[in-house]
């Protein structure tokens, strides 16, 4: 079966800090990968997917940036955070389609506050 | 960019009772997902609509997609606290890139 992990669960980080979070996929080849920012009980905002290694898409310009070394690993990093970059990070894998309905399958999420 | 306008934003209601969330886009989605997310987990997804018209329904959950293919609903009856949650619906674009809705919070009280 396949399974998708995240972490840190939860970071809290100074202003200008660089960030990492990871991400991971397993049971599954070549999956299409999605980076997401939530604000607090609100929807989510798609930040960047990726459908294979070293092929990011960036929906949003901002102060992130996304890569994806390994097939099944997804990366998401800023060299300098902000206060807006605080919010909730959620990693999804589907499988791969170019244009379908699949499902997508989040992980566990990373709960990031900048102070 | 094609939004998704979900109304209420809000909805506390008593065990029992029904209820509806209603998901509406000025453009037209090939599909559209539906997805409920519980504090501190990632969204997880209770039904894709795909043909203008389809109704499917999930025990009891009823899931509508106009016939335009523009708007959606989603119906509850007989409420239960399990059901509490944040309800998302999200439109399938290429790739399958979701764009989602803010969500409608619903609340159930025993």
């Known amino acids: 079966s396949q399974t998708i992990h995240q972490w840190p669960a939860t970071l809290v980080q100074p202003v200008g800090s660089p960030l990492s979070l990871e991400c991971t996929v397993e049971g599954t080849s070549n999956p299409n990968l999605y980076w997401y920012r939530q604000a607090a009980g609100r929807g989510l905002q798609l930040l960047f997917y990726s459908v294979g290694i070293g092929q990011i898409s960036s929906e949003v310009p901002q102060n992130l940036s996304a890569s994806r070394p390994q097939d099944r690993q997804f990366i998401l990093s800023s060299k300098k955070l902000l206060l807006s970059d605080s919010g909730f990070y959620l990693c999804?894998?589907?499988?791969?389609?170019?244009?379908?309905?699949?499902?997508?399958?989040f992980g566990p999420g990373t709960r990031l506050t900048v102070l | 960019t094609q939004l998704l306008e979900q109304s209420p934003q809000f909805l506390s209601i008593q065990e029992g009772e029904n209820l509806t969330v209603y998901c509406n886009s000025s453009s037209v989605f090939s599909s559209l997902q539906w997805y409920r997310q519980e504090p501190g987990e990632g969204p997880v997804l209770l039904v894709t609509?795909?043909?203008?018209?389809e109704v499917k329904k999930l025990k009891r959950l009823t899931f509508q997609f106009g016939d335009a293919r523009k708007d959606s609903s989603l119906h509850i009856t007989a409420a239960q606290p399990g059901d509490t949650g944040l309800y998302l619906c999200?439109?399938?674009?290429?790739?399958?890139?979701?764009?989602f809705g803010a969500g409608t919070q619903v609340v159930v009280t025993p």
């Open positions: 609509v795909v043909t203008g018209g």
């Open positions: 999804a894998w589907s499988v791969p389609t170019e244009w379908g309905n699949n499902e997508q399958f």
């Open positions: 999200a439109g399938v674009g290429s790739w399958g890139k979701l764009q």
